[in-house]
């Protein structure tokens, strides 16, 4: 098996969970290259220079991890998003030029100080994120001209930016929730509530477009008889006089039901890009709603696991329940519905071989819909498949698919 090139934070969950597999197979450990010094302007020719894997020029698997977990990472990512930046490379912005919602330079970007939280300038950070993919792009290819991903640079900008996602799965044909509108036509609160009225649909979800992990997500319904509104959302609010409000991310959901408090989250969320679409109610159990998880490893589902909550939220580090598809008691039929729909979702975008598809089981008809597409989804603790864990049985597949092209 060719040598393994983690892009990573050598610390994280994901990247240690690959390591711990690979020496578990017998493997030699990937060569992990920080974010940091990537994003301090140290090449991947300068990181893998001395390294033996690469002595022989063997074109690496490359595996671009997340880069969350890092205020540094974070920091510089941002800096790298703004329009003062060096080397603005937007080719892999999947909707093209995009503004950000009142820029950080480079230097204001510098002096960003950490609060466990706070949601800084996701909309800068994104294109920070996808001008560092298309540079790893560059600098791999100059260096192996037959490198290979796990994921490529231009499918985790695409699965990262949730309004191009539903484009994406629209196109291919996956059931999606309807979306409410084309962005651009939801400007601000009094536009979002105006097309809610106008298109009949009074519960939606408004979802920050590059956020991830219920970050920055509120469920939003207004009585049409009554105007009273109720929006649901991890996103807290620290207001001041003499400053700019503060944004975070709050671990238990929030329950707003002052209309100027709504008017603000949603006015920000706007601002920095999102995403507007139907809210169908999900099938529950115990009168408690859940969605599945199901991982997708070249072309085909694996592991999969049921999320439970109390709040329309079930992402797991919210504390919802985790359990097996088969705990759950669902039809055969219905669990294959849901691993083809998640293949389907997967398949739509071109170069990539793992993603973690979020399923919706809308109550009554149990009709699949696809929520959400992530490339990093496969950090899920306590779900086997055919005895493996997910990196192993990554690992696995991997390997069969070079041995098939070999």
């Not at 240690?16 to 992990?32: D, H, I, K, T, Y």
């Not at 937007?90 to 960003?112: F, M």
């Not at 002052?258 to 809210?279: F, K, M, P, T």
């Amino acid at each position: 098996m060719d040598p393994m090139i983690i892009v990573g934070n050598p610390d994280n969950k994901r990247t240690r969970g690959v390591q711990e597999a690979r020496l578990a197979a017998g493997l030699p450990p990937a060569v992990v290259l920080p974010y940091l010094e990537l994003l301090k302007g140290k090449s991947i020719a300068e990181q893998v220079a001395m390294t033996e894997a690469f002595a022989n020029d063997r074109a690496p698997l490359i595996r671009i991890d997340a880069p969350g977990e890092d205020f540094e990472v974070e920091r510089c990512l941002i800096a790298l998003g703004a329009p003062d930046a060096e080397d603005q490379d937007d080719r892999l912005l999947p909707l093209g030029e995009l503004d950000a919602a009142q820029p950080l330079s480079v230097q204001a970007a510098g002096r960003l100080r950490e609060h466990p939280g706070q949601l800084y300038h996701p909309s800068q950070w994104y294109r920070g994120y996808t001008r560092l993919l298309a540079t790893i792009e560059r600098d791999a290819k100059m260096l192996w001209p037959e490198a290979r991903y796990v994921n490529e640079p231009s499918a985790i900008a695409g699965m990262f930016d949730k309004r191009y996602t539903h484009r994406v799965m629209t196109e291919a044909g996956v059931p999606v929730p309807r979306r409410l509108a084309d962005p651009a036509e939801l400007p601000d609160y009094e536009a979002l509530r105006e097309t809610m009225r106008a298109r009949r649909m009074p519960r939606v979800f408004v979802k920050l477009a590059t956020g991830s992990g219920a970050c920055g997500i509120v469920a939003y319904q207004v009585n049409p008889a009554t105007g009273a509104e109720i929006a649901i959302t991890t996103i807290g609010i620290e207001n001041y006089v003499a400053k700019p409000p503060v944004y975070y991310n709050a671990l238990k959901p929030r329950r707003y039901t002052d209309s100027v408090l709504i008017r603000q989250v949603i006015n920000w969320l706007l601002r920095h890009g999102a995403h507007a679409e139907q809210w169908i109610a999900k099938a529950s159990v115990n009168d408690r709603p859940f969605d599945i998880r199901q991982l997708v490893v070249g072309g085909e589902a694996c592991h999969g696991l049921a999320r439970i909550s109390r709040t329309p939220f079930t992402n797991l580090h919210l504390r919802s329940e985790r359990r097996s598809l088969d705990a759950m008691g669902l039809r055969s039929e219905l669990v294959q519905s849901v691993r083809e729909i998640a293949e389907r979702a997967t398949a739509a975008f071109a170069g990539a071989s793992i993603a973690g598809v979020d399923v919706l089981l809308s109550a009554g008809s149990l009709r699949p819909y696809v929520l959400d597409v992530n490339p990093f989804g496969d950090l899920l603790y306590r779900v086997a498949h055919e005895g493996l864990g997910t990196y192993e049985w990554e690992l696995r597949k991997l390997a069969r698919l070079e041995e098939m092209k070999a």
